[in-house]
Each structure stands twice: as C-alpha cells, then as structure tokens.
C-alpha cells in the first residue's frame, strides 16, 4: 500500500501548511533529503496547547501536542514532493517540549509524533531522534518538532 493510500485508510486527515511566523522555509529539498522547519501544535491556524507540559498538561496531552506538530510536518513534506509516496524513510526527527524543569518524561511527549511516523511509513517510519525539554517555544506551545526525510532515487 503506498504511504498516501495508508494515511487515507488510516482515516488521517492533515491540516493547512502552517505558514511560517519568521524569515524561513517550511521545508527545504537538498539532494535526496527534504529539510522540514519545525512545527508546533497548531492546527489551521490555532495552536491547540499552549502552555508548559508538567504544568497546564498531563503526558497524554504533551503526546497528543507532538502528534498535531507531526501532522503539521506530514503536511508540510506533502506540500513539498506533492505526495508522501516519494518518502524513502523518515530520517530523523527532533523534539522540543515546553516543560517544567522537572519534568521527567521529555521523551515520551515526543512519542507522539514518532509513533505517528510508525503508523503512516510502517518500517521506515523508524527514524532517529532528539527529544529536549525548553524554557517556551514559539506562539507560547506546548510542543514542537522538526524532521528530515530521505527521498526515493
């Protein structure tokens, strides 16, 4: 099944390209690999938690933030090839969560966008990956993650 066929068995709908709030690219195309911009949990416009996780949200909603941002980023990666059929593997993804210094579970927040990777790409959804915890984020979010992905030749 090809990875455009999947999302839309998978009854996964994306959200507009956010547009970005700064002097940069959503997504830059170098040789084989798409660089995506980092996204946060906005949806159509609206970012959808805003505030710290460990503070105004549970894991649960740190890990439903990430996976908003990897729609984002999915959505980008479409707008940039034309279609998610031309995905290779997903390369690496890097997490940013918006918490508490104490907050313990960084990583698991990021699960969210990565077990979406896994869902969408199955095998080569299987990416490397940084998961930080920071003191904010743009437009106050919750989350945000940035992605390579490796294109087929």
């Known amino acids: 099944m090809s990875f455009d066929a999947r999302l839309c068995a998978l009854g996964i709908e ?10 940069f690219l959503p997504y830059r195309v170098e040789n084989n690999l798409v660089f995506l911009a ?8 609206e970012v959808r938690y805003v505030g710290k996780v460990g503070v105004e949200y549970d894991l649960a909603a740190g890990q439903a933030a990430a996976r908003i941002c990897g729609l984002n980023l999915l959505a980008a990666l479409r707008s940039a090839l034309g279609s998610l059929n031309r995905v290779r593997n997903c390369v690496r993804l890097g997490g940013f969560v918006n918490c508490d210094p104490l907050f313990p579970d960084v ?4 699960n969210g966008a990565s077990d979406l990777m896994h ?3 199955g095998a080569d959804g299987a990416h490397a990956r940084t998961a930080v915890g920071v003191a904010s984020l743009p437009r106050g979010a919750a989350v945000e993650v940035e992605a390579i992905f490796a294109l087929r030749r």
């Not at 990583?107 to 990021?110: A, D, F, L, S, T």
Request: contains cysteine; glycine residues 8%; aromatic residues 8%.
């Open 14 to 23: 994306l959200p507009n390209v956010p547009v970005p709030v700064a002097n």
């Open 38 to 45: 980092g996204q946060v949990c906005e949806w159509n416009g």
């Open 107 to 110: 990583p698991k927040v990021i």
């Open 119 to 121: 869902e969408v790409f």
